[in-house]
């Protein structure tokens, strides 16, 4: 869908006389939220995180007009619009934002169902699947009771926050624009 949105803009990024930060930012503000609409309770495997850098990427090189035969990095592709790689860890900031929200929801018990695992299945065969709370708390490097006491003050879990995507090397100033 997102790829669908940024085809139909195309345009705007063949105008020459718009200025790749006006495209940069169109490109925030049109495609991206497309692309990350729910990610805030996405499951990232390695293969998906990867997707979404791919993805990343091939919006880039339509914005900037740069074909795959011409044999560009991708390091030189992000020099060229003057950015870093954002959109992962928009995704990952997010997600530890919204955590927050939901545990301090006092409405639903739907987090606390989820968090403390009391879904009514068998567990099939193989390898344990990738939780969500396990993608957290190695975000967080805090424990699931950890996660929910410190979630509950909001001053509390903004620090957390920032922490973690300090250690992840993401501006949540940056990521949020």
């Given at each position: 869908?997102?790829?669908?949105?940024?085809?139909?803009?195309?345009?705007?990024?063949?105008?020459?006389?718009?200025?790749?930060?006006?495209?940069?930012?169109?490109?925030?503000?049109?495609?991206?939220?497309?692309?990350?609409?729910?990610?805030?309770?996405?499951?990232?495997?390695?293969?998906?995180?990867?997707?979404?850098?791919?993805?990343e990427?091939?919006?880039?090189?339509?914005?900037?007009?740069?074909?795959?035969?011409?044999?560009?990095?991708?390091?030189?592709?992000?020099?060229?619009?003057?950015?870093?790689?954002?959109?992962?860890?928009?995704?990952?900031?997010?997600?530890?934002?919204?955590?927050?929200?939901?545990?301090?929801?006092?409405?639903?018990?739907?987090?606390?169902?989820?968090?403390?695992?009391?879904?009514?299945?068998?567990?099939?065969?193989?390898?344990?699947?990738?939780?969500y709370?396990d993608?957290?708390?190695?975000?967080?490097?805090?424990?699931?009771?950890?996660?929910?006491?410190?979630?509950?003050?909001?001053?509390?879990?903004?620090?957390?926050?920032?922490?973690?995507?300090?250690?992840?090397?993401?501006?949540?100033?940056?990521?949020a624009?």
């Amino acid at each position: 869908m997102a790829k669908q949105g940024m085809v139909s803009l195309n345009n705007i990024w063949k105008d020459k006389s718009i200025p790749k930060p006006l495209k940069f930012n169109l490109l925030k503000t049109l495609v991206w939220p497309r692309m990350l609409y729910g990610c805030q309770t996405w499951t990232m495997r390695k293969a998906d995180e990867l997707k979404i850098e791919a993805a990343e990427m091939w919006f880039f090189r339509r914005l900037l007009r740069v074909s795959w035969k011409d044999r560009r990095t991708n390091g030189n592709v992000l020099a060229k619009m003057g950015t870093g790689r954002t959109l992962l860890s928009l995704v990952k900031e997010r997600r530890l934002k919204y955590i927050g929200h939901a545990e301090r929801n006092t409405k639903t018990d739907l987090m606390k169902t989820i968090f403390e695992g009391k879904t009514e299945a068998k567990r099939g065969r193989g390898r344990p699947s990738l939780s969500y709370v396990d993608q957290v708390s190695k975000a967080t490097g805090l424990k699931l009771q950890s996660i929910s006491q410190k979630s509950q003050d909001r001053v509390i879990w903004r620090g957390i926050v920032k922490s973690s995507c300090a250690a992840a090397n993401i501006n949540p100033d940056d990521a949020a624009r």
